[in-house]
Nanobody, 130 residues
Framework: QLQLIGSAGGWVRAGGSLRIWCAPSGRTFLDHALGWFRQRPGKAREFVSAISSDGDRTEYAASVQGRFTASRNKNITMLYLQMNNLRAEDTAVYYC???????????????????????WGQGIQVTVSP
């Protein structure tokens, strides 16, 4: 398992932008599929975005499609979530997650369910005011 360290959260007005990040302490994300999830107040944790271990594929929840962009740096030591045109309903604790791939055939898979991930960040509070 990776120890995932996340950025500080933030507060922004509706329509604004914010970027959060996540990094594996002392390691890289090599051979790991990555994901972002969030938990809104009073709601269950939900999928936000996923990146395949080779970085070629990304997947987004319909609620954030076109507004959020997940990415990795070239050294695969950082995972980012760029959030634009934020809405009040995006207020949540955001979690990064990582899952090691089992075979080379898994390099292009993305995982939208939280169950396969075995490493989780501590949670990043994002607050969007109306």
């Amino acid at each position: 398992q990776l120890q995932l360290i996340g950025s500080a959260g933030g507060w922004v007005r509706a329509g604004g932008s914010l970027r959060i990040w996540c990094a594996p302490s002392g390691r890289t994300f090599l051979d790991h599929a990555l994901g972002w999830f969030r938990q809104r107040p009073g709601k269950a944790r939900e999928f936000v975005s996923a990146i395949s271990s080779d970085g070629d594929r990304t997947e987004y929840a319909a609620s954030v499609q076109g507004r959020f962009t997940a990415s990795r740096n070239k050294n695969i030591t950082m995972l980012y979530l760029q959030m634009n045109n934020l809405r009040a309903e995006d207020t949540a604790v955001y979690y990064c997650a990582a899952r090691p791939i089992s075979t080379i055939d898994d390099t292009k898979l993305t995982y939208t369910n939280a169950v396969p991930y075995d490493s989780w960040g501590q949670g990043i509070q994002v607050t969007v005011s109306p």
